[in-house]
């Protein structure tokens, strides 16, 4: 539907008009929770004569246009296709055109309907309509945006800790290698290390009793994340 309504009404910008999403109904959905909106849904029925007449005249409009882009996730299917003949014996609309607006923001993994109008409306009456349900789901609508905007900082917090917690782990990584690097080998030094360590103690070693040798193991304490 969506490439057929840009092709109709604005061949000459594809970028104008309604940008309706081209995923099934339930994906629009889905998207309209992720982005805390209503989702603006239309059934264009060809065999109606006031269907096409409300796309040219109506939907297509700059002022419907901006409305919807600005407020909405949009979605649009013509009773041709599968998806929206089925959504259409689910709502069993009386008339045509349909438009309806649907909550699945404040819903688990549903919808529910905010508002509908079945038949032609014009510009004005469509827009009015709008405005009023939106000042019905603003606190619905703001609720959910502040979960999410928590969410997302929470996510974000856990996000640098784990940086930290990563670097912490590399450079203290990098420190073992370096001293392993530093440290005096046995297998080159031989038993002359004890006669070594006796006149000059190299830096991490200690006298065993018995006049050994015993190689002092430096611990490095990892940072631990802050839950």
């Given at each position: 539907?969506?490439?057929?309504?840009?092709e109709s009404f604005h061949?000459?910008?594809?970028?104008?008009?309604?940008?309706?999403?081209?995923?099934?109904?339930?994906?629009?959905?889905?998207?309209?929770?992720?982005?805390?909106?209503?989702?603006?849904?239309?059934?264009?029925?060809?065999?109606?004569?006031?269907?096409?007449?409300?796309?040219?005249?109506?939907?297509?409009?700059?002022?419907?246009?901006?409305?919807?882009?600005?407020?909405?996730?949009?979605?649009?299917?013509?009773?041709?296709?599968?998806?929206?003949?089925?959504?259409?014996?689910?709502?069993?609309?009386?008339?045509?055109?349909?438009?309806?607006?649907?909550?699945?923001?404040?819903?688990?993994?549903?919808?529910?309907?905010?508002?509908?109008?079945?038949?032609?409306?014009?510009?004005d009456g469509l827009i009015?309509?709008?405005?009023?349900?939106?000042?019905?789901?603003?606190?619905?609508?703001?609720?959910?945006?502040?979960?999410?905007?928590?969410?997302?900082?929470?996510?974000?917090?856990?996000?640098?800790?784990?940086?930290?917690?990563?670097?912490?782990?590399?450079?203290?990584?990098?420190?073992?290698?370096?001293?392993?690097?530093?440290?005096?080998?046995?297998?080159?030094?031989?038993?002359?290390?004890?006669?070594?360590?006796?006149?000059?103690?190299?830096?991490?070693?200690?006298?065993?009793?018995s006049g050994g040798c015993?190689?002092?193991?430096?611990?490095?304490?990892?940072?631990?994340?802050?839950?």
């Amino acid at each position: 539907f969506s490439a057929w309504f840009s092709e109709s009404f604005h061949a000459d910008d594809p970028s104008a008009g309604v940008r309706f999403v081209q995923l099934s109904h339930r994906d629009a959905l889905s998207v309209a929770k992720t982005e805390t909106k209503l989702l603006f849904l239309y059934l264009h029925a060809p065999m109606h004569h006031e269907s096409e007449v409300f796309c040219s005249q109506v939907l297509a409009s700059p002022e419907v246009s901006t409305f919807v882009n600005d407020n909405f996730i949009a979605w649009g299917g013509s009773l041709r296709d599968g998806d929206a003949h089925a959504l259409a014996a689910e709502v069993n609309p009386s008339a045509y055109p349909y438009v309806a607006l649907l909550d699945s923001v404040s819903h688990g993994g549903g919808a529910s309907l905010v508002m509908s109008c079945e038949g032609f409306i014009d510009t004005d009456g469509l827009i009015g309509v709008f405005e009023e349900a939106l000042a019905g789901q603003t606190s619905v609508l703001n609720d959910a945006r502040a979960r999410h905007a928590e969410a997302d900082a929470n996510r974000r917090l856990r996000e640098e800790q784990d940086a930290a917690f990563a670097e912490s782990l590399a450079r203290d990584a990098a420190r073992a290698a370096s001293g392993a690097r530093g440290s005096p080998s046995r297998d080159r030094f031989g038993s002359g290390l004890c006669t070594i360590e006796r006149r000059w103690k190299p830096c991490g070693t200690r006298q065993t009793p018995s006049g050994g040798c015993a190689t002092t193991t430096r611990t490095h304490r990892r940072a631990s994340r802050d839950n």
